[in-house]
Each structure stands twice: as structure tokens, then as C-alpha cells.
């Protein structure tokens, strides 16, 4: 949940980047433009750093490098802290008291065009023009640093792979796609055909722990049929692998569940997916 610094954090760059994204009549002012430039650059060559411009104006660099480090990709988690301040004065408009977490590319604040060139593990300063419109600390036409610190980037296998560890499971099979089978309880017989029907109980939950949905507290049992494609592909393919009476924890990526769109307003897009199931029946 963002809070209200974050909220904040929103309501300023905002700003910048509508206006940044109108026309040259309604960037306010040309000079001022050229104006804010200078005092950018002016203010990197007293740091002694070479920025980079990216778009709408801005410039960054890198104050930590870290050369292995992996660049996010879309729907990456990533996790920072930022400080907002009056690059002119220095004067601190706000920061995070927790870190800020969002997935890249799905819920992108409005300096994600940044994010394209961070590494995990890398810190940077970046150099904002500055709007038409005031803040507290920040008069009109005054450009705007943002300081990166803290900045993390996890895949999906990244938190699958953490998820795992900490509840100390063992995996039995991982597939190329990846789909993480960890057995639970054995199995008796033979490993269903295709075509024929499995009832299940299951519970299907996030990576956080939190429950979607399953009818392990029901009375009924959750119908497959081996071989369909009645059900999302890590389900599916999870089910498949199991025999009557096992119990199992299926733990695979979006793009075996609910890829980019997400499903309804429970499950967001690029959401890593964790069931545990249970073969009741055969048929």
C-alpha cells in the first residue's frame, strides 16, 4: 500500500511529466526551459558527474554501480527508497519512510523511464525540470532531485525462489517453464491418463500467503480433466504429475497462470501463483 509520501511522491512528478508531455506552448516557458537545463548540468559538474539525459529533460547518474547486476524487466518487482529536494537549495521535500515497492512496467511510477537503465544494487541521482506549478520547497520553475538509495530488482523466479526457502521446501521436478512441483504427501496407483477426471481439494494463494481461492474448507471437490485446458497451464500441468491420495504444492510464474492482464480485480498482472492440492478421486 502506498502511503502518504508516496501519495505525495505521485502528486509532484505528476505534474512534471503532463506537462512534459503537452505541447511547447503550454511548457510554460521556452526560457525558463533552457533555464532549468543548465542549472541541471551546472548542478552535476559540481558534483564532478557526467549525467546521462534521458527523456522529457531530465538527467541522471549513478552515484553506486554495480556492473552484474540485473536490469528489471516487465513486471519485475523492484523496491527503493527516494528522497525528493529543491535541487537549487537542497531543501528536503519529502522522503520514504518505507520503502516504495511496485512492478515495473504494470504499476510504473512516473520516473520509470529511470528505471529502465538501473541495475539491482545501483543508487543515482536524477534531475528533473522543473513545472508551472508550486510546491512547499519547491517554487515554479524550479528543477527537482530525486535520489535513488536501496534499489532492488526481483524476478518472478527471484520470489519463487525466496518463497521456496523460506518455507524450507524441497523441490521434486522443476520444469523449463517454470513450474516448481513439491510433493507433500506420496501418491498410490498410476498416474492418470489423459481424458480422465481428477476431483481435487486445493487452496490457491499468493506468494504473501494471503488465499484467493480453494474449497479446502468445503464440502465439494474441483473437477480436471488430464489433458484439458480448463484451467491455467501451471494448475493443469501440476495436476497432472499427481497420483490418488498426494498431496502437493504447485508454485509457478505468470506466464503459467494469469500472465500480463491478471484475473479480475483479485489477482493482479505478472503474479507468481502458489496452490497446494489434493488428489480426493479418480475417475
Sequence with gaps: MIGSIQKGFWAILAVWTMTSCLSNVELADEVKAKENQAQILAYFTKQNQSPIAIENGGYYALTKSNASGELASKGDTLRMDYELANLLTGQVIERTKDPL??????????????????KDGEEAVLGLPGTSQS???????????????????????????????????????RTAEG??????????????????????????????GIAFDGNMARTDSFSVTIGSSQTVKGFSAGVAKMRLGERAILVFPSALGYGE???????????????????????
Design 179 to 208: 513450474l516448481r512441483y513439491i510433493r507433500l504427501t506420496p501418491g498410490t496407483g498410476e498416474i492418470p491418463a489423459s481424458g480422465k477426471v481428477v476431483k481435487l481439494k486445493y487452496t490457491g494463494r499468493f506468494l504473501n
Design 135 to 173: 510546491f512547499d520547497g519547491l517554487p515554479a520553475f524550479t528543477p527537482l532531485k530525486v535520489t535513488i538509495k536501496n534499489y532492488v530488482v526481483r524476478s518472478q523466479n527471484d520470489r519463487i525462489d525466496e518463497f521456496i526457502a523460506a518455507n524450507k521446501y524441497t523441490v521434486n521436478e
Design 101 to 118: 515497492v511496485y512492478q515495473f512496467g504494470y504499476l510504473n511510477p512516473i520516473f520509470a523511464n529511470l528505471m529502465t537503465y538501473l
Design 261 to 283: 492482464k491478471g484475473s479480475g480485480t483479485k489477482i493482479a498482472g505478472f503474479t507468481p501463483l502458489v496452490f497446494e492440492i489434493y488428489v480426493a478421486k479418480i475417475q
